[in-house]
């Protein structure tokens, strides 16, 4: 069985940092990439960072420079580390892996509040 389980979400104020992990049992990470989407309230999901199986990553342009997107192989997990957050960082964040990106985590809440 497939599982994508997510931790790491909370409430932080602005500036503060968390870091996402996405721990995949079903299959090996090695073979793919991981991509995290979030869902702002009321707004559509969107992706915002990606790492490759090959560890080529990528931003969205809100998001560069602050995001970090990792693999841990032996973990078998992906990592999304987050500096510098804003307001307009709040949103459910999901991982996504797997052939075809078929698979995704159940969601983490993230609250960026002063």
């Known amino acids: 069985q497939v599982l994508l389980e997510e931790s790491g979400g909370g409430s932080v104020q602005p500036g503060g940092s968390l870091t996402l992990s996405c721990l995949i049992t079903?299959?090996?990470?090695?073979?793919?990439?991981v991509n995290w989407y979030r869902q702002p309230p009321g707004r559509e999901r969107e992706l915002v960072a990606s790492?490759?199986?090959?560890?080529?990553?990528r931003y969205a342009d809100s998001v560069k420079g602050r995001f970090t997107a990792s693999r841990d192989l032996p973990k078998n997990t992906g990592f999304l580390q987050m500096k510098n957050l804003t307001l307009e960082d709040t949103a459910i964040y999901y991982c996504?892996?797997?052939?075809?990106?078929?698979?995704w985590g159940q969601g983490t809440q993230v609250t960026v509040s002063s």
């Open positions: 790492i490759t199986s090959g560890d080529v990553d």
């Open positions: 996504n892996s797997g052939a075809g990106d078929h698979y």
């Open positions: 079903g299959f090996g990470l090695r073979w793919y990439g």
